[in-house]
């Protein structure tokens, strides 16, 4: 029997909330406990509970997140409009082969723009396992 994700019973409007255009921020914790909070786009797949972040591979976002060792960061994105917000939380891993780079460009297109040329370019993958929120 498989597990059941956070993100099964979501509302419809969480799922439209999460497909309109909106910035976000990433939260991840610095080794001094403090937190690093950046603005970023997010993409999220339900069917697969991660939310996806784009970012160059020499960002301090990246950098502590891989820092972390092969099991990941915690981290949380986060998004308002208004009075509605929503947080995803999870464990962040960093992913740079070409397809899993290339999936999450595509679907920063769908939801933002066509994201700019970055060689360095690599996502971030948050394995969402808790959802706050209004909607």
Request: aromatic share 4%; proline share 6%; hydrophobic share 35%.
């Amino acid at each position: 029997m498989s597990q059941k994700s956070p993100l099964d019973d979501v509302s419809e409007e969480f799922l439209q909330f999460w497909q309109e255009r909106h910035l976000s921020t990433l939260t991840t914790v610095r080794r001094d406990g403090t937190p690093h909070v950046v603005p970023v786009g997010v993409t999220l797949d339900i069917e697969t509970a991660t939310a996806r972040v784009i970012s160059s591979s020499t960002s301090h976002k990246v950098r502590q997140i891989l820092a972390a060792g092969p099991d990941g960061a915690p981290a949380a994105v986060c998004q308002v409009d208004g009075r509605r917000w929503s947080t995803l939380q999870g464990r962040a891993v960093v992913r740079d082969n070409p397809g899993a780079v290339a999936d999450a460009e595509a679907r920063y297109e769908q939801r933002y723009k066509k994201p700019r040329a970055n060689p360095s370019r690599v996502v971030i993958e948050i394995s969402v396992t808790k959802v706050l929120g209004t909607l």
